[in-house]
C-alpha cells in the first residue's frame, strides 16, 4: 500500500470524525501534498475501493469531496 494512501486516509478520516466531508484543498493542507496530486490520489484510492468520493465540476476545473471511507481503508489505520 502506498503511504501516500495511508496519510490521506488519516487526513480524511479526521475530517470525517469532526463532521465534515473534506475536499482536495483540505486534504492537501494536512498533508505534505499539493490539491493536484490529492485529486490524483484520491482517483486512484477510488479505483482501489479505499473511499467514496464525489466529483464536482467547477468554473476552473475539477475537485473532489471524499464522502465516507470504505471498511478496506478503515481497516488500514
Not at 30 to 44: A, C, G, K, L, P
Not at 50 to 72: H, N, P, R, S, W
Amino acid at each position: 500500500m502506498k503511504q501516500e494512501y495511508i496519510a490521506i486516509i488519516k487526513a480524511v478520516y479526521k475530517f470525517l470524525k469532526q463532521g465534515e466531508e473534506p475536499d482536495t484543498a483540505m486534504i492537501a493542507k494536512q498533508t505534505s501534498f499539493t490539491s493536484q496530486q490529492v485529486y490524483d490520489f484520491i482517483t486512484e484510492m477510488e479505483e482501489q475501493q479505499l473511499l467514496i468520493a464525489f466529483e464536482i465540476d467547477m468554473c476552473c476545473g475539477e475537485d473532489y469531496i471524499v464522502k465516507e471511507l470504505t471498511q478496506k481503508a478503515k481497516e488500514l489505520l
